[in-house]
């Protein structure tokens, strides 16, 4: 394998999958179409939902299919959800599309990271993972943050040719990944992947030893809880923030300024993860719980200026959280099951978007957003103070350790 080539492809299908242009505005367009706050909340519950009864399974299929086909895979359905988003005008239908687009994003969940940390391993370069990963997180929000910045055109155009582009960038996806080169230390051969019922045993056998794994190595459980516990209260945040901003005396023409600049906080952190690895991780996520929830409780100020910086700054250390966990988690995990372990975390994260997305919006509702930006600070300090503790008390050796 032409290891240059293929991190080069791999940095281009971050550039292509950080192309949607839909993301930033689509609960405005449900909001112009008729549908109510409620409905928007509940399009967001089931995206979750699915996502998480989806996560295990799909990083199964990419360790049995192959991480290339399911990139491609997942690049024809993101296409297919965003087609139904056209064609639909019956609640039932944006449910529907909703649980697609989730089923598109577990695909790649998981896959993406899999697919680079095995190239890598396999020219012996698994070392500078953390630094590949960071900069294909540093082009996606890039790219993510150029899609927000374009928010305004992306509403005037209307919600059909919006989702037109999309479809358009699920295919380009599609295209990107099958430049791709299978490493070998994902690959299956031809003869194993030909009868649809071996497919399923292998998928219980990595649905049990991922279940063993994890028991034996509970500590790597309780980094994926912390992950996705962070990683959902500043997307909550981020996903309340837009009406508190607007109440704030910021047109709602110009969201996609402070949404931008968030973005590039995002970016920032994922630059700046490489410098974290000094730092032991116990006092990595200390600091990280900490400082997070303090950032949250001023996002929810009533000062714009101070809102957008608060916001920012925890996009920040929870880039960096999930980065510097991820690359941790990779060091234990073993070639064939690393996609599907790397989706156990992911679903961590839409366990706790389940939980705290409704719990949030009440309490924002029934008292104010500060309240409710609180709560999901006080978590977050909670989860690092956990973390703290634990780490200091556990006599645990990790696999890499041994």
Not at 167 to 175: A, E, H, K, R, S
Not at 183 to 202: H, K, N, P, S, Y
Not at 231 to 257: C, K, N, R, W
């Given at each position: 394998m032409n290891i240059k080539k293929q991190i080069s492809r791999l940095y281009l299908y971050e550039i292509v999958s950080g192309l949607q242009i839909v993301d930033a505005v689509w609960v405005f367009f449900l909001l112009e179409r008729g549908f109510s706050l409620a409905q928007v909340g509940i399009a967001e519950g089931v995206f979750h939902a699915v996502s998480m009864c989806f996560e295990i399974p799909s990083g199964m299929v990419s360790d049995t299919i192959g991480r290339r086909k399911t990139l491609m895979l997942a690049g024809i359905v993101s296409a297919v959800s965003a087609f139904c988003m056209i064609v639909s005008d019956a609640f039932f239908m944006i449910l529907l599309a909703m649980g697609i687009n989730a089923v598109s994003y577990n695909l790649v969940s998981g896959t993406r990271e899999a697919l680079t940390y095995d190239s890598l391993l396999e020219a012996g370069e698994e070392k500078n993972y953390l630094k590949v990963a960071s900069r294909q997180d540093f082009l996606y929000e890039g790219l993510f943050a150029f899609t927000n910045l374009m928010s305004i055109v992306t509403v005037a155009?209307?919600?059909?040719?919006?989702?037109?582009?999309?479809?358009?960038?699920?295919?380009?996806?599609?295209?990107?990944?099958?430049?791709?080169?299978?490493?070998?230390?994902?690959?299956?051969?031809?003869?194993?992947?030909?009868?649809?019922?071996?497919?399923?045993?292998?998928?219980?056998?990595?649905?049990?030893?991922?279940?063993?794994?994890?028991?034996?190595?509970?500590?790597?459980?309780?980094?994926?809880?912390?992950?996705?516990?962070?990683?959902?209260?500043?997307?909550?945040?981020?996903?309340?923030?837009?009406?508190?901003?607007?109440?704030?005396?910021?047109?709602?023409?110009?969201?996609?300024?402070?949404?931008?600049?968030?973005?590039?906080?995002?970016?920032?952190?994922?630059?700046?993860?490489?410098?974290?690895?000094?730092?032991?991780?116990?006092?990595?996520?200390?600091?990280?719980?900490?400082?997070?929830?303090?950032?949250?409780?001023?996002?929810?100020?009533?000062?714009?200026?101070?809102?957008?910086?608060?916001?920012?700054?925890?996009?920040?250390?929870?880039?960096?959280?999930?980065?510097?966990t991820e690359a941790e988690n990779q060091k234990d995990f073993s070639g064939s099951s690393r996609a599907t372990m790397v989706s156990v975390g992911s679903m961590a994260y839409s366990i706790f978007m389940v939980l705290l997305s409704p719990a949030a919006g009440v309490a924002a509702e029934k008292f104010s957003i500060l309240a409710a930006f609180s709560m999901l600070g006080l978590l977050t300090a909670a989860a690092g103070l956990i973390m703290f503790v634990r780490r200091a008390a556990t006599t645990q050796s990790l696999p890499h350790e041994e």
């Open positions: 155009i209307g919600y059909q040719k919006a989702y037109f582009l999309s479809i358009l960038q699920g295919i380009l996806c599609t295209v990107c990944a099958a430049s791709l080169q299978e490493a070998m230390e994902g690959q299956r051969t031809f003869g194993e992947r030909r009868i649809a019922a071996d497919l399923f045993r292998e998928v219980g056998a990595h649905f049990l030893q991922t279940a063993v794994f994890l028991r034996k190595v509970p500590e790597i459980a309780w980094r994926m809880a912390y992950s996705g516990l962070i990683s959902a209260a500043v997307y909550v945040v981020y996903m309340l923030l837009q009406d508190h901003l607007v109440e704030t005396g910021l047109e709602p023409g110009f969201l996609g300024i402070p949404l931008l600049l968030i973005s590039l906080c995002s970016m920032a952190g994922a630059v700046l993860t490489e410098k974290t690895g000094r730092m032991s991780l116990r006092f990595f996520y200390l600091a990280g719980g900490i400082l997070t929830g303090i950032f949250l409780f001023l996002s929810g100020r009533k000062s714009l200026a101070v809102s957008v910086a608060g916001a920012g700054a925890a996009h920040c250390i929870g880039e960096m959280i999930m980065l510097r």
